[in-house]
């Protein structure tokens, strides 16, 4: 049986709370609706936003297309959303078009503050220490360096320098999430070997955390180096069937490096950032 919520006459047949992508949810929002109004076709939405001439712009959004403020006006007209509803779509297209990373954090937290349930979004636990590259680096200098109470050593020596009263609260939040806690020589040690992001996490959050350590990245290279650095850099033009296998011999390197590390028995002595980048300089044809 199909579910639909109803809110005056209008029947909004997906909760648009279930959504952090705005693309996704008209994708299936469209998918569902035109079940019961077989005139909410993608073409006859085309319609309904007043492009008759247009065809292809809802299918051009789904792809990625920029919504103007004009649009989003239009879109929020047709699925018939309320003004607390409008406001989360709104934020939607706001963090899915935001230009630079003091945007896209704003506009997530603005989501979070709107959501009748963030829970539902994100764990709270997970979103404090994914929300700052230093919590994981912690984590794993606690294992290359015997830390104490005094976090002076470390503010010495992590790149790049993080304010002392910052790693003293991303202990702090370690020591609350389980992830640290003192040994009997009074020195501060992970409890587990590595983290994973969770199945409470969505993509936006992991695209934050991508986003700082990518920024890493740029401050790695423009730094001199004190200790050995790799950098490579490849443009190159392949089929489609080679990008396939370039994209599996990527996907078995991780797990080898996965293996290595989780491997080594040897005590650690440094911490060490890896960012993989693998990405097209042309859209796709006909977009």
């Known amino acids: 049986m199909e579910k639909f919520v109803i809110l005056g006459n209008v029947e909004n047949y997906i909760d648009i709370y279930q959504f952090t992508h705005f693309r996704k949810y008209l994708e299936e929002y469209q998918a569902a609706r035109v079940q019961k109004d077989p005139e909410f ?9 007043g492009l008759p001439k247009t065809r292809s712009y809802f299918a051009d959004v789904l792809r990625g297309k920029k919504v103007s403020p004009r649009m989003v006006a239009k879109f929020i007209e047709i699925l018939g959303l309320d003004r607390k509803a409008a406001k989360y779509f709104e934020t939607m297209v706001q963090l899915d078009q935001a230009k630079t990373d003091t945007a896209r954090k704003a506009a997530m937290d603005e989501l979070l503050a709107q959501h009748p349930n963030p829970q539902h979004i994100l764990n709270t636990d997970a979103y404090d220490y994914y929300n700052h590259w230093y919590n994981s680096a912690l984590f ?15 503010q010495k020596r992590i790149f790049p320098k993080v304010p002392i009263g910052k ?20 020195f501060w040690k992970p409890t587990k070997e590595s983290i994973s992001s969770g199945p409470y996490n969505n993509a936006e959050l992991v695209k934050q955390y991508q986003l700082q350590c990518f920024e890493l990245s740029k401050q790695a290279l ?19 069937e080679a990008y396939k ?43």
Not at 167 to 186: C, P, T, V
Not at 248 to 265: H, P, S, T, V
């Open 140 to 154: 794993a200098i606690l294992d290359a360096m015997d830390v104490a109470d005094d976090l002076a050593p470390v």
């Open 245 to 287: 296998k370039l994209e599996e011999e990527l996907q078995r390197f991780k797990a080898n490096a996965r293996r290595i590390i989780g491997e080594d028995k040897q005590k650690a002595d440094g911490v060490y950032q890896m960012n993989l980048h693998l990405f097209s300089n042309l859209d796709p044809e006909g977009k």
């Open 167 to 186: 790693l003293k609260d991303s202990l702090a939040l370690l020591e609350r999430l389980g992830l640290a806690r003192k040994n009997e020589e009074g």
């Open 41 to 49: 076709t993608r073409t006859g939405i085309c319609n309904m936003l």
């Open 222 to 240: 423009i730094t001199p180096p004190k200790q050995p650095t790799v950098m490579s850099t490849l443009t190159f033009s392949i089929s489609s």
